[in-house]
């Protein structure tokens, strides 16, 4: 790949991450006020899986146990998700959204559904078809490049 290629691409994603991030917040503000960007993403993944433990979650967006901790136990004191007692592990839990926690969640993600219906109107089905295995499979190299790289060993 070209670096001019390259140089298009960075900027284009530089733009983009940082369009997501604004709307991770704005987002995350809907469901609670007192919500930073990531528990958005932390609470769609916990609605999309339920009664998954705190340590599969970790692994699976890339952060150590003690910073997901950390936003686990924001998110419960917040009365937004609730933890159980994994009946398999008697150190574990499980984790899932709390009925106030759900709603919230489910009135942002219309939220934000209808803002992308309203962003990609003009797009046909097979644009937006191609877009999200694009985007599935960028984040698929990017996971496997981020878990052998330097910095991801330096917590970068």
């Known amino acids: 790949m070209a670096d001019d290629e390259l140089s298009q691409l960075e900027r284009e994603l530089g733009l983009f991450l940082r369009r997501a991030h604004a709307s991770a917040s ?4 809907r469901v609670h006020p007192d919500l930073d960007a990531s528990a958005y993403e932390l609470l769609a993944l916990i609605s999309r899986t339920p009664g998954v ?3 599969d979650l970790a692994a699976y967006i890339g952060v150590g146990r003690g910073t997901m901790s950390r936003q686990l136990a924001r998110l419960t004191g917040l009365g937004l998700v609730e933890r159980v007692a994994d009946p398999d592990d008697f150190r574990g839990q ?3 959204l709390s009925d106030g926690g759900r709603a919230a969640f489910e009135s942002a993600l219309r939220a934000r559904r209808d ?3 309203r962003a ?3 797009w046909g089905p097979d644009q937006i078809a ?3 295995e694009q985007l599935g499979r960028l984040n698929r190299d990017l996971a496997a490049v981020w878990s052998t790289s330097d910095e991801a060993a330096a917590g970068a």
């Open 53 to 55: 433990r705190a340590s």
């Open 115 to 117: 803002f992308l219906a």
């Open 130 to 132: 191609v877009l999200t």
């Open 120 to 122: 990609l109107e003009d």
């Open 26 to 29: 704005a987002m995350s503000r």
């Open 94 to 96: 499980l984790l899932s």
